[in-house]
């Protein structure tokens, strides 16, 4: 029997709490500008070239985010750089809210973009080197559940705000939740696996009991920390990442994070309103789409997450169902759109049945296990930077998509675009199939030992 530690819920909630937090701050200045892009034009003048900049300003944002974000979390630990993304956060959502030029406007959206690159990185490392073994994939995808509710919550103030045409308080409301998570992070923990990294072991036993609630199993997780953490202490970053079991994990880090984009789940969160407003129907009735399948988003991954679906059925069984959702609602909506008359109720009524069919398949599979995934096997020395690479291969794929939808829409049509994100899907079923590997239920350190010794992708016992 272990020793235990009183209370460790408290510790452990209020640790989750923040790093949740700082991925509702993602979703929501990530999702608010599909609302707030309506109505921009109203006081700003936009061609449609700067339209797609102030879009798209946050997503090359993001890929510098995570960049940067994802060494220096090696470097400075987990907790400084969250608390670095809610400053940029702060600052981005108060200088876009105020913009007086579109030029201004584009500048700090892009430095909001900043902030989401780096928690897109940090905070699934976060909550992965957090929670237990047995937890993790649940825990992990805590992370994609409150991306989600801010999109929701973004979709709601949008909705609300729309018949105001109020665009700057749409931005401006992210400042609230930014100044709270700064002010929950001063006082917030690193995790133990960077508290060992940077020289702090027996913080991270503290941190280990509290999180634990038993002395002996924090204790016998310590040691494991503290021997891989010796094992690589001495060599370079460009030794890990050359050594042939870690580059076959960064090219399967590199491709999932380009598989969860090209399927075009972000046309969807940045263009929905304006594709069904060519659908014929009203900016307001587009926005009031958005907000309520925001709300069937959140009650699906919430049950994702209750049901602890990610570490009942794994990370692999998960990925393929949610390639078939995906494609099947995709082609729906393709065929429907290329067959049926531009302003047909059918048509209307057939893409928002499929939109929420595929938003909520991607919520509750890829959304959050890509992250889960990556979280897991990427060697403790790398973690950040590795994970700072996948996450440039997933903005990189995001921007491509992003820029491209409206003029591929133009150029060949709605339908066409969506049957060929479906068909991305079908290609990648296969690739799943073969290349990832099922990592549920193992801590972080025995996985690390089992890539290592394995010469595919399969891991070795």
Not at 387 to 392: E, K, N, P, Q, R
Request: charged share 15%.
């Amino acid at each position: 029997m272990g020793t235990p530690s009183p209370k460790p819920e408290v510790a452990t909630r209020r640790v989750y709490a923040l790093g949740s937090l700082a991925a509702i701050l993602f979703g929501y200045d990530n999702g608010i500008i599909s609302a707030a892009i309506l109505f921009i034009p109203h006081e700003l003048p936009l061609t449609p070239l700067l339209k797609g900049a102030v879009v798209s300003a946050t997503v090359v944002g993001a890929m510098v985010g995570a960049l940067v974000g994802g060494p220096a979390a090696d470097w400075q630990g987990r907790q400084r750089l969250l608390l670095a993304a809610g400053v940029v956060f702060t600052i981005g959502a108060l200088g876009a809210g105020v913009a007086p030029t579109v030029a201004t406007l584009v500048l700090f959206r892009f430095i909001i973009g900043l902030g989401i690159g780096i928690a897109s990185v940090v905070v699934p490392l976060y909550l992965a080197e957090m929670a237990p073994a047995g937890g993790r994939g649940w825990i992990t995808s805590l992370n994609q559940y409150m991306i989600i509710v801010g999109t929701a919550l973004a979709a709601a103030c949008g909705y609300a705000l729309a018949f105001s045409a109020s665009w700057r308080w749409m931005i401006l409301i992210g400042v609230f939740p930014a100044v709270v998570l700064v002010l929950g992070l001063l006082a917030a923990p690193d995790t133990p696996r960077s508290l060992v990294r940077r020289g702090h072991p027996e913080r991270a036993r503290a941190l280990l009991v509290g999180l634990r609630g038993d002395q002996d199993a924090a204790d016998r997780e310590l040691a494991e920390i503290t021997e891989l953490e010796r094992q690589q202490r001495d060599a370079r970053l460009g030794a890990h990442m050359s050594a042939p079991w870690v580059r076959r994990l960064l090219v399967l880090g590199a491709l999932l994070a380009v598989f969860q984009q090209i399927t075009g789940i972000n046309t969807i969160v940045y263009y929905a309103p304006t594709v069904l407003t060519t659908f014929g129907v009203s900016d307001v009735t587009a926005l009031l789409f958005t907000f309520l399948n925001g709300l069937v988003n959140i009650a699906t991954i919430a049950v994702v997450v209750r049901l602890k679906i990610v570490d009942r059925w794994g990370r692999k069984p998960v990925l393929l169902a949610g390639l078939v959702g995906m494609s099947a609602s995709l082609f729906a909506v393709g065929a429907a759109a290329s067959l049926l008359p531009p302003e047909s109720p059918a048509l209307f009524g057939i893409a928002v049945a499929a939109f929420v069919v595929y938003t909520n398949t991607f919520s509750a599979t890829w959304g959050p296990v890509l992250w889960v995934v990556l979280a897991e096997i990427f060697p403790l020395a790398i973690r950040g930077a590795a994970m700072a690479l996948a996450t440039l291969f997933n903005w990189l794929t995001d921007f491509f998509v992003a820029l491209t939808f409206p003029t591929f829409t133009s150029l060949v049509g709605a339908g066409i675009v969506f049957i060929a994100y479906a068909a991305a899907g079908v290609i990648i079923f296969p690739i799943v199939w073969w290349m990832v590997p099922e990592t549920k239920q193992r801590s972080l350190e025995s996985l690390e030992k089992a890539f290592r010794r394995s010469k595919r992708f399969r891991l070795s016992e």
